[in-house]
């Protein structure tokens, strides 16, 4: 079976078969832009159901997985936003915490949480380049048509990013 969908199949074949090859890495790439493993799998599963829906729209069904990439990172920027929203109104509403969870204590102790936590403080633009191109593992091309913008942007927003991190990352 080929990686891509042959233009030949219906959309009950060729979501089926994207499903089945690249879902995980689809819920992996959602988490780490999200940190919420939960919401990440509803926003992938959204997508592969719009694919789906909109399979005999598509000019080039070769572009599929380009398409739920890009779909499963405006789904991550939608909900970041509305996340945001919901935090703002909360934070207004009741007295700051000071007392950190026990769940945020024991994952400080790890170097990957350090890692994510250090990864999750950069701008949203270069968290989107460094966890494509680093977890994902994506070309420059592919990154730049996932985050709708040019190569030079993706560049850019990867070299702020790494010169973000490595301070903390020699720290380690």
Same mark, same amino acid.
């Given at each position: 079976? *080929?990686?891509?969908?042959? &233009? ?9 078969? /994207?499903? +089945? *090859? ?5 819920? %992996? ?7 919420? %493993? +939960?919401?990440?799998?509803? &926003? ?7 694919? $789906?829906?909109?399979? $005999? =729209?598509?000019?080039?069904?070769? =572009? ?10 405006? +789904? ?5 936003? $509305?996340?945001? #929203? ?20 024991? /994952?400080?102790?790890?170097?990957? *949480? *350090? ?6 403080? /950069? ?6 380049? &460094? ?16 985050? +709708?913008?040019?190569?030079?942007? #993706? =560049?850019? $927003? ?7 991190? %490595?301070?903390?990352?020699?720290? /380690?």
């Amino acid at each position: 079976m *080929a990686e891509r969908p042959s &233009i030949e199949w219906d959309a009950d074949q060729a979501v089926t078969h /994207l499903f +089945g *090859a690249h879902y995980r890495a689809m819920v %992996r790439l959602a988490s780490l832009l999200l940190h919420e %493993r +939960g919401i990440a799998e509803e &926003i992938v599963q959204d997508a592969y159901v719009r694919l $789906h829906a909109r399979w $005999h =729209k598509l000019r080039d069904p070769d =572009k599929a997985l380009a398409y739920l990439r890009v779909a499963v990172v405006n +789904g991550c920027r939608s909900a970041l936003r $509305h996340r945001r #929203v919901v935090d703002a109104h909360l934070a207004a509403s009741r007295p700051p915490m000071d007392v950190p969870s026990a769940e945020s204590g024991a /994952l400080d102790l790890l170097t990957q *949480a *350090a890692v994510v936590d250090a990864i999750r403080r /950069l701008p949203t633009r270069q968290r989107e380049a &460094i966890v494509l191109r680093y977890y994902v593992d994506l070309s420059e091309a592919e990154i730049a048509e996932a985050m +709708g913008v040019s190569r030079g942007a #993706v =560049k850019s $927003h990867a070299a702020r990013a790494v010169a973000a991190l %490595r301070p903390i990352l020699e720290r /380690l």
